[in-house]
T-cell receptor
Framework: DAGVIQSPRHEVTEMGQEVTLRCKPI?????LFWYRQTMMRGLELLIY????????DSGMPEDRFSAKMPNASFSTLKIQPSEPRDSAVYFC???????????????????FGPGTRLTVL | AQSVAQPEDQVNVAEGNPLTVKCTYS??????LFWYVQYPNRGLQFLLK??????LVKGSYGFEAEFNKSQTSFHLKKPSALVSDSALYFC???????????FGTGTRLLVSP
């Protein structure tokens, strides 16, 4: 398996521009997570999906951020308009959750993509 | 709320010596704990997890972790450090809810030759 795929790997844009980050989870995984990592704030969970449905978006910093998962093999994180403080590395991760709720399979590990380094000038 | 603490920003170890990276947890209910490693310019990689059973969990690259309920700790260990083990290590706990993990602040491990 190719693992979690993210694109682009690097993005440099100017303040005010729209940025779209893309993620392809591991085939068969039904949970997808978007994280942001900065030196100041560490690793932050932005939003996660189960079976393409957003479950918890409490980490999304503000309305400028939006995420979608139109199908099981693709997700996007969009920032519009972008600001310099959005500069960070954005990670996508996926995991599987086979079995019944509360079963041990609920605690499967997450597999991370290589990240997208975003620089907003 | 579930949380983990990594009290050390950095750990320095000489190659060949044993290493320990500390993690303590605070949870409601049973703890489900994880360790991840991040090499420079890479995503996080899963090392090991504790769900239930034996308190000593073995993982990738020769790492192991000891779950200690009385001390609410889940320290990462390796008997003999390698220079290539130098990386950022994250402890995490499964949050109450659906698959969400809460990560610690990370500990940078530097292994000197």
């Amino acid at each position: 398996d190719a693992g979690v795929i993210q694109s682009p790997r690097h993005e440099v844009t100017e303040m005010g521009q729209e940025v779209t980050l893309r993620c392809k989870p591991i085939s068969g995984h039904n949970s997808l997570f978007w994280y942001r990592q900065t030196m100041m704030r560490g690793l932050e969970l932005l939003i996660y999906f189960n079976n393409n449905v957003p479950i918890d978006d409490s980490g999304m910093p503000e309305d400028r951020f939006s995420a979608k998962m139109p199908n099981a093999s693709f997700s996007t994180l969009k920032i519009q308009p972008s600001e310099p403080r959005d500069s960070a590395v954005y990670f996508c991760a996926s995991s599987s959750r086979a079995g019944l709720a509360g079963g041990l399979s609920s605690y499967n590990e997450q597999f991370f993509g290589p990240g997208t380094r975003l620089t907003v000038l | 709320a579930q949380s983990v603490a990594q009290p050390e920003d950095q750990v320095n170890v000489a190659e060949g010596n044993p290493l320990t990276v500390k993690c303590t947890y605070s949870v409601s209910g049973n703890p489900y704990l994880f360790w991840y490693v991040q090499y420079p310019n890479r995503g996080l990689q899963f090392l090991l997890k504790y769900i239930t059973g034996d308190n000593l969990v073995k993982g990738s690259y020769g790492f192991e972790a000891e779950f200690n309920k009385s001390q609410t700790s889940f320290h990462l260990k390796k008997p003999s450090a390698l220079v290539s083990d130098s990386a950022l290590y994250f402890c995490a706990v499964r949050d109450i809810g659906f698959q969400k993990l809460v990560f610690g602040t990370g500990t940078r491990l530097l292994v000197s030759p």
